[in-house]
T-cell receptor, first 112, second 109 residues
């Protein structure tokens, strides 16, 4: 099993550009989530999904969209990148929201 | 008040030392408690779940005090390889996990 995979590992964008961060898991987990991690801030929840076709907002959803068309995939879209979105993005999955979460390796995003 | 609060450290300890981390949480209805470990620039990984009765895994002991709403992690006989950031995690009212900002540990020879 690959676990949770994320692509790309690194990305540099210019302000105003859009892009999609990919996340996939092969553990048949229902719950998937996206976090961003900034120095001194810990992990903050952006969006989450409790199953295919169902998504909801987390603590810091502005500027991001998600969709969950399959159990395996949970892409995160940046609509119009801003320097404030420079961060490390982690995707995670678990059987249920309150269970142990398995994290992908992260995407390091810089917005210039 | 933050939902999950930790002392950010850093804690600098010599090899072989015993070190303890505390974490407080605000939601009295929380039912799931974890300690995660995060190495520099890597993804967080589960260290151990925390149960009401307390639990131990080798050199690591986790305790939960529901009345005072805090969780602790004790590391005995610290190793150089224990150097990392330790994240306290608690579920919120909707079940989602809330992460503390982490406590940095540096074990020196």
């Amino acid at each position: 099993n690959a676990g949770v995979t994320q692509t790309p590992k690194f990305q540099v964008l210019k302000t105003g550009q859009s892009m999609t961060l990919q996340c996939a898991q092969d553990m048949n987990h229902e719950y998937m989530s996206w976090y961003r991690q900034d120095p001194g801030m810990g992990l903050r929840l952006i969006h989450y999904s409790v199953g295919a076709g169902i998504t909801d907002q987390g603590e810091v959803p502005n500027g991001y969209n998600v969709s969950r068309s399959t159990t395996e995939d949970f892409p995160l879209r940046l609509l119009s990148a801003a320097p404030s979105q420079t961060s490390v993005y982690f995707c995670a999955s678990s059987y249920l929201a309150e269970n142990e979460q398995f994290f992908g390796p992260g995407t390091r995003l810089t917005v210039l | 008040r933050k939902e999950v609060e930790q002392d950010p450290g850093p804690f600098n300890v010599p090899e072989g030392a015993t070190v303890a981390f505390n974490c407080t949480y605000s939601n009295s209805a929380s039912q799931s408690f974890f300690w995660y470990r995060q190495d520099c620039r890597k993804e967080p990984k589960l260290l151990m779940s925390v149960y009401s009765s307390g639990n131990e895994d080798g050199r690591f002991t986790a305790q939960l005090n529901r009345a005072s709403q805090y969780i602790s992690l004790l590391i005995r006989d610290s190793k150089l390889s224990d150097s990392a950031t330790y994240l306290c995690v608690v579920n919120d009212e909707g079940g989602k996990l809330i992460f503390g900002q982490g406590t940095e540990l540096s074990v020196k020879p």
